[in-house]
Every structure is written in C-alpha cells, then in structure tokens.
C-alpha cells in the first residue's frame, strides 16, 4: 500500500528526513520509534501531503503521490490522524464523525453503516454524541479522532502518538482496536514515543534519528534487540 524510496524532507533550512525507506503491506502494522525530533511526525507529515517531498518516491496503492495534495490523499484512503486529536470543538460526537465521512463520495447508507461501526467500536462515543467534542476527556477526543479517521474508510491509517498523555487502560483499549484492524487486512503505521507498547503490537518497525532510519526490521526483532534498548530505550 505504501511504498517509500529515498524520501527526502526539509523544513525551512532544516533537513527533516534524509534517505527513508520502506514498504507498507495490506494486514500490516509499522511502528516508528525514536527520540523526540526524531522526524516521526515529518515522515508521517510528508506521506500524508502536509509537508512537500523535497526528493525521492512515494507511492500509494500503486500510484506515485510524490506532488498530490494532502485533501486528495485523504480522500482517496491515505488518512492521517495527527498528534493532539484535532477533532472540532463546537461540533458534536456525532458531528465530528459525520465530517469524516463528508465529500469522500460515500453513500448515505454506507455512512449510517459507518457510523454504526465505530458506535460499536467505542461505545462511549455512542453515549456522549449529542454533547460538543470540547466537553469529552482526553481519551474520549483521541477515541474521537480514531473514530473519524476510520470514517474515511482508510487504506492506509496513520497515526501520530496516539497515547501521549491518556489513562493506561484507554491506551490499552486504543492500542488493541489498532491491532485488531490490522489484523482485519488495513495497513497501519504507528508513530509512537513509547516505544515498547509500540513494538509489542506491530509487524515491523523503524527506528528513526536525526531524520535517518537507524535501524529497521521486524518489531519482535528490535524488541529484543540490545543494540536498541541501549540507545533507544534505556
């Protein structure tokens, strides 16, 4: 589904990402690990059309993306969930999830399903969706924002730190809903801080630093790895 060839990015004078690649496969969960400043959240910025591509390749579903933009991507499959939720405060549960859906081209029928799906998926959402999306907790606005996501009918589900400061029982329950997607045939890369939850449910990983890939390989693999642990995790 995703497949990225010596992706080069910049931020101003800042060089973001040097040299990254890697394939992403259907059923498939990439972790990607590494301190802060890392370029987690530039490599998912640059797949997902927010941040140019200064060089190289990305392809979706077989088609090079490397100049669509970020609203074309999105509605095509290739959906971004970005770090701090970004739901829209002043609009309902139920609206919040509605907009996801909006101006992908999907049936009514197909969207009450939609819907109906994520009410099932958390439902709390179903509980609290006439109430203003400003008014839900922390980890309810991140289920939130998962839920919109997958309204979308994503190919390809990205998510940046999905737990940065929720209850552990909400990053268990956000974590087992990602494994079970993945599980079900969508392709899933999880940037994530923490980077021992995140090995723990993915397929593969990498490891990035000062915008390089340092290591990569697959998650049991590199949750084992001395290597990493000492300079990654200690």
């Known amino acids: 589904m995703i497949r990225a060839k010596n992706v080069h990015a910049r931020i101003g004078a800042n060089q973001v990402l040097r040299n990254i690649s890697f394939n992403l496969t259907n059923g498939e969960m990439l972790a990607v690990i590494g301190a802060?400043?890392?370029?987690?959240?530039?490599?998912?910025?640059?797949?997902?059309g927010l941040l140019p591509l200064e060089s190289g390749?990305?392809?979706?579903?077989?088609?090079?993306?490397?100049?669509?933009?970020?609203?074309?991507?999105?509605?095509?499959?290739?959906?971004?969930?970005?770090q701090g939720r970004q739901i829209i405060p002043g609009l309902s549960?139920?609206?919040?999830l509605l907009i996801g859906a909006k101006n992908t081209g999907l049936s009514n029928e197909l969207i009450a399903e939609l819907l109906e799906q994520?009410?099932?998926?958390?439902?709390?959402?179903?509980?609290?969706?006439?109430?203003?999306?400003?008014?839900?907790s922390g980890g309810e606005q991140q289920m939130l924002a998962i839920a919109r996501g997958l309204m979308m009918q994503p190919k390809v589900f990205m998510l940046d730190e999905p737990s940065l400061g929720l209850a552990p029982q909400i990053v268990e329950l956000i974590i087992t809903t990602l494994r079970q997607l993945a599980d079900q045939g969508l392709a899933i890369i999880l940037v994530e801080q923490?980077?021992?939850?995140?090995?723990?449910?993915a397929d593969r990983a990498i490891v990035l630093r000062n915008g390089e890939c340092a290591m990569a390989g697959s998650a049991s693999e590199l949750l084992n790895s001395r290597e990493l642990v000492n300079s990654y995790l200690s």
């Open 36 to 48: 802060n400043g890392a370029g987690k959240t530039s490599l998912l910025r640059t797949l997902s």
């Open 57 to 82: 390749e990305i392809e979706f579903a077989g088609k090079n993306i490397s100049t669509t933009l970020a609203y074309q991507l999105a509605c095509n499959g290739l959906v971004h969930v970005p």
């Open 93 to 96: 549960v139920r609206d919040n």
């Open 118 to 136: 994520q009410w099932q998926r958390f439902p709390v959402l179903k509980q609290r969706q006439q109430i203003s999306g400003s008014a839900l």
């Open 194 to 201: 923490v980077a021992m939850l995140a090995l723990e449910a």
